[in-house]
């Protein structure tokens, strides 16, 4: 048996950071993995999709100033948009990222790891032999989540694409239709749509559904503009493959032909197989988690990132595993933790400080509480509302820019608890919000935080001076 300080199963961008961590912090630590390294963001999630959604994106932007507009001329090349995805995942190769590990001292073995026990991890390599390893302090599952399949009839045996088979697709298929109207299925809604791929995009509550109705609303209107078809309020009774294309049964008594189906409709975490079981928790079930990302009941299990359904969002992964990282050294070094008072080494941001951008059609930036959040948390709110086309920074980007900002203000304390973007361009405005949200900065103070003019940023000088009326 092979002993190391600290185990982690899986190699995504949340495991490498949870092994960086620990091994920065005099650990020694062993990353399991039985795909790329790097994980679901490097090759199937956020890289990947966000490399097609950006070349329409520009060619639109273009598009959108005088000047600009009459110099774009011929069509969106979408083979090139392809070529581009396909480097931007280098390939499909971890060579670099394995390169990395080994950099940082922190050993891989490839192949399915599951828990056989305290401490314990075996490992079924490539060539079916199993390999057991131990660890002294911790074992860290980062395993992550895996796309939804509804039980729909037929559904499985029409072999649909899930968001993987979206972003690693080899060309745009004639028309596509999407189950589902969160980020995945908006995203590539807008990307397809852009490739001129038909587009249906069935969402039975509406779109963003856990964002500001008017972001839906927003985006809805976009996804219009680009030629997609949005249906809401129905839902898919059985879904079959033939001759060729997918049709798909809605409640309503109709059908939606297309060459392929993305669906979309949620994930479900990846830790069927795990062996969970061998130490009294539940294969196949999401880990619930303490703000140090430790699994309760354990003093040596963790779970970090999507695995623990807290946000799944690649960034807060990453900030969950470098708080787990480090406090999983800390411990092992017989440091005291307070876990309501160790600073960086907690994940509370995962509560009510969430930053999330959805590259759509506008895009939509968020973070913090929405209106109805606050609301059913019981905080005192005031709701501020900006025209963001109506700064000069927007009316200088593009011709006839269109976009909407929202303030959410505690009243009782008098800091800003919530904040949302829509239109072209606006993830670049989520950060200044982030820190006002996070660190709690106070209305009174947020008058000397001067925007540059001309820029976007000048509307936080509008909702300031909207909210004071």
């Not at 062993?30 to 060619?59: F, H, M, N």
């Not at 975490?269 to 928790?281: C, H, N, Y």
């Not at 430790?294 to 990453?318: E, I, P, S």
Request: aromatic fraction near 6%.
């Amino acid at each position: 048996m092979n002993d190391y300080d600290v185990i982690v199963i899986g190699a995504g961008s949340t495991g490498e950071n949870v092994a960086d961590r620990a091994r920065a912090g005099g650990l020694t630590t062993l990353i399991v993995e039985s795909e790329l390294v790097g994980g679901d963001c490097s090759y199937w999630a956020c890289t990947p999709s966000k490399a097609l959604l950006r070349s329409a994106g520009a060619l639109r932007a273009a598009q959108r100033v005088g000047g600009a507009r009459e110099a774009v001329s011929g069509r969106l090349d979408v083979a090139a948009v392809f070529a581009r995805r396909d480097n931007a995942v280098h390939e499909w190769s971890d060579d670099g990222q394995v390169k990395w590990l080994a950099s940082a001292g922190i050993d891989l073995v490839r192949g399915e790891g599951r828990i056989t026990g305290e401490r314990e991890v075996t490992v079924r390599t490539a060539n079916g032999h199993d390999e057991r390893y131990r660890a002294r302090h911790a074992v860290a599952v980062c395993t992550g989540s895996a796309a939804l399949l509804p039980d729909i009839p037929g559904l499985v045996d029409a072999e649909p694409w899930t968001s993987r088979d979206a972003t690693s697709a080899k060309e745009a298929p004639a028309s596509l239709a999407i189950l589902g109207g969160g980020v995945v299925g908006v995203e590539m809604a807008t990307a397809y749509a852009g490739f001129g791929t038909e587009v249906t995009l069935l969402a039975r509550s509406g779109l963003l559904s856990t964002e500001e109705p008017f972001a839906g609303e927003l985006v809805r209107e976009g996804l219009t503009e680009l030629g997609a078809r949005v249906i809401t309020g129905v839902s898919p009774t059985s879904v079959r493959r033939e001759s060729g294309s997918i049709h798909v049964a809605l409640d309503d008594g109709t059908t939606i032909t297309a060459e392929e189906l993305l669906v979309a409709t949620g994930r479900v975490p990846r830790t069927t197989g795990l062996g969970l079981d061998s130490v009294g928790l539940r294969d196949g079930e999401w880990l619930d988690v303490d703000d140090t990302m430790r699994v309760a009941g354990f003093d040596w299990l963790y779970a970090v990132g999507d695995v623990n359904h807290r946000v799944l969002l690649t960034h807060q992964g990453k900030y969950q595993a470098r708080a787990a990282g480090e406090v999983i050294a800390a411990r092992a070094h017989g440091d005291a933790v307070d876990d309501a008072d160790w600073g960086r080494h907690v994940a509370t941001a995962d509560h009510e400080s969430v930053p999330q951008v959805t590259f759509s059609e506008p895009e939509v930036a968020s973070v913090g509480l929405t209106e109805a959040a606050a609301r059913a948390a019981g905080h005192d709110i005031r709701v501020v509302d900006y025209n963001l086309g109506w700064t000069a920074g927007a009316s200088l980007y593009a011709d006839g820019y269109q976009g909407r900002a929202r303030m959410i203000v505690d009243e009782s304390r008098g800091v800003v608890i919530g904040a949302t973007f829509v239109g072209a361009d606006v993830a670049e405005l989520l950060h200044a919000a982030t820190i006002a949200i996070v660190g709690a900065v106070p209305i009174s103070r947020l008058w000397h935080a001067v925007p540059a003019f001309p820029t976007m940023s000048e509307v936080w000088l509008r909702l300031l001076e909207s909210y004071r009326g």
